[in-house]
């Protein structure tokens, strides 16, 4: 359609249609020149393309269009425009970026003034939201954006994350506000320097109005002179009140304790904030090693429950204090450890050290490779130690080290105790010269049983231009015992490889040799010996030769089924477990088995 006059404006339109078998339909109007449209107080799309359709039963108008912001957030934009090259507008007032992810980078940053600071706005988002207002759930659409702050002074850098403009989409008095999630600020005197006098960094997230009542934050400061640098994070919730508090400095000057010395202290203060498992997503049935382990290893702000959760908890009170140690000779980068004591109440106390050896003096933001923990909670004690350590620390070329050691002994149930030097799953390991020599071990012991296995090996591999060389040669031997059904069994075995590429040709041996024993119920033993060959010349000559014999005796094929009772260990026991009661006398009648 051409020479349409709008409001005194020639406007061409080019209109396309499709229909589906389904009832579902797509008609597209291409304007030229755009088309402005008013949506109340909040924005004005310039027009460019419009889709009218039904998708999966839901009727939508979709649009190409320049968003113009009116109001409050359109003086904020000073006039800029925004342009959206997809956007679907649905009858109920739902909005839809088609742009995957839901986010759309700006081709061009544009300029959001707010009060005496301007944010520099580098990518876009959308969503919806729900939220009680004045004793009614309204639904909310927003805007989203994330970008720089720029304050205006030389060596200050600040950013926003989450920033959100909300406008009611549902029926009732319109509404609209703006919410900053988190700001982050870095501070550098002097500005633009390479070794900088002061060193700030901060953020702080500003909780979602009928999402979340906390806030959360944190700060580091590092003062070149003195040599001072400490940092603090913090949760907040006011409505209860609640706060969690855990803060760090490293001092100028040790303190000297004769060959120890102090190189800071740490401490830790909360109020209906408690360290529990439930905290990151676990359950009772998690052990504390577990809890400890998750990533970040140790304890933290993020893994303490908020009032929400320990609202109903008698005096919930978090109580730290640590403190960094070294050796005084040489200024503790010869040994030192990042320790701490913390009193979490009514879930648990905990022992806490981690240490560096041979290394540069640990601070409280590392996370050091050896750790030893030991914690009382949850009717339980659990201690564990480890290392994952590498030598030189960059690349471990020289050795690398990998030990766990867990145990755990729990007063509700003493039969359910283990101690694990390194497990199946993840064994001590330990390797030298860039994996030349590797050892992996590991021994586990509870009631149930023992299980235990090594495993060594030699690993060469060179190659020389068209010359190849490979050479393993390794042993491993395994075994366990059960006791609540008495049995045990073990195996043994060791084996050569040998590859040669040498040019046009191709050489490879490989031996093995097994043998295992299983007793009383089975009582076997079984041997293997393995042989493998092959040769390959170019396109000419391959050949494979391989070969096995096994041998296996069996001396008793009865496999023990006897059921393990799941209530007791101790056969005296068996009849009294389980009576039946009258409910109207009260008295007591054995069960027949």
Known sequence: VNGIDVGGQTVRIDVEGGFANTGDFLLTASVHPPYPIDFGDLFRFHMKSVELGREDGDFFIGASCDIEFLGMLGGFMEGQSISISSLRIYSNGRIEFHVEGGNLTLPKPIKLNLGPVQLSVTALHFGSHEREKNGVIRKYNYFGFDGGVSIGIAGLDARGDGIKFYYTVDEGDPDSYLHIQTIHIDLVIPANSSDPNVILNGWLSIPEPGVSPEYRGGVSLKLKNPRISGKVDMRLAPKYPAFLIDAGIELPNPIALGPVSIYGFKGLLGYRYVAEKEAIGMTSENTWYQYYKAP?????????????????????????????????????????????????????????????????????SDDPPFFAFFIIGDNSMEFGFGADYKF???????????????????????????????????PISASLLRNLFTLKAYVMLSGKGIRAGARGEFRFERSIGPVGLKFLAYMELGGRISFERPQMGGYFEMGVEVSLKLVIVNFSLAISVLLAVESPKPFMVYGKFDVRIKLKILFVINIKVSGTVELKWEFNKNVDRTPINPLTETPAQIEGLVKGISMLTGETFGLAN
Do not use: C, H
């Open 296 to 364: 970040v290893r140790g304890v933290n702000v993020d893994k303490f429950s908020g009032p929400e959760k320990t609202k109903d908890y008698s005096n919930p009170i978090s109580l730290g204090v640590g403190a960094i140690l070294g050796d005084t000779m040489a200024m503790g980068n010869i040994l030192s450890a990042n320790a701490m004591l913390l009193l979490s109440l009514p879930s648990m106390i905990m022992v806490d050290a981690r240490m560096k050896l041979l290394s540069k003096r640990v601070s409280f």
């Open 392 to 426: 030189p620390e960059t690349s471990g070329d020289i050795i690398k080290v990998y030990a766990e050691i867990q145990a755990g002994f729990f007063f509700d149930n003493p039969s359910a105790w283990y101690i694990n030097i390194g497990t199946d799953q993840m």
